[in-house]
């Protein structure tokens, strides 16, 4: 798995919807999508724009392609910060519509989609995550580490400066972060470098991945950055870091925050490094944010979404606690 970054479109006026439809459905084609897949994506983004306009407030749709053990896809993801849905489980029922909640059109939405989920809170708002594979979907192989991930660009950007890539290995899954200096295409560059050097990096300690990267770096701008190994045989994950990338240990009993060390990989980094270590039995579940996300982010916020797919947490955190002044990605891994 390596990243491609989503599509903002601001959705809290009519005046876009025609141009969100037409930008959505472009990426659609051009990435071969059949027209049978593409007509449900159509109806997909016509309800939900059809919702935002109608129910929400400061309403967001996010677009990207991406690709899994299950093929390539697009994923539509509506973020609005309207009045929450209090039944969820009855508005899935096609047909069903409220004058006071975004319900109409959603049975629908679930119907056409391959993968769909829904997160709302009274007063707070609605996430939705909508995934439609290219081709039909296989079975999807299970993997040890289900990483979901969502990056956006800085608005006024064309490319995001973050990036970040999931390879599985004998062992489990090594786990790439990166967030280059700045943003823009420079920063893109450096961090498109520094997940070639990652995929073609052999070594298994987190700390000699980062050292390895820090020598294919030095012409680019440089990054920051964390890497993170999953061994399924140990029952572990190791990680260590550099720069102000946060990552936060989630398990039954409470969180832990990892601390990485002073530098920019590709200019400065300590002398001294060691891989940290934990038991996923502890911590079953990681989350890592670029400083595009605030740094006080706090999961608790959102009732029982640990029950939840991937997306709509990493969603959650990109839509309550955004800076909109720096490219913006999360990275939710959970251990099967």
Sequence with gaps: ???????SFRADDRSYFALIKKDVHAMVTGAGFDEVR???????VSEITS??????????LLAGLGSDTGGAYIEIISLDKGPGIPDI???LSDGYSSSSTLGHGLGSIKRLSDQFDVYSIKDWGTILVSRIYK???????????????INVAKQGESVSGDGFAVLESKEGSRILIADGLGHGVD?????KKAIEAFVACSEESPTEVIRYLHTQLRKTRGIVGLVVVHNSRARTWKIAGVGNISGRWIGPLGSRNHVSYNGIIGYNIPGTMN??????????????????IRSRWDLTRFPMIGQHHGMIIASALYNEFVRGTDDASVLVCKSA
């Design 51 to 60: 919702n935002l306009n109608k129910y929400a407030k400061g309403g967001e």
């Design 187 to 191: 920063a893109h560059q450096a961090v």
């Design 135 to 149: 081709d039909e979907q296989p079975v999807a192989r299970k993997r040890r580490v289900d990483c979901q991930g």
């Design 275 to 292: 891989d940290q270590s934990l038991s996923y039995e502890e911590y079953p579940q990681f989350i890592a944010c670029s400083d595009g």
């Design 38 to 44: 593409v007509g449900k994506v159509d109806i997909i």
């Design 89 to 91: 489980g009855r508005v």
């Design 1 to 7: 798995m390596v990243n491609t970054s989503y599509k």
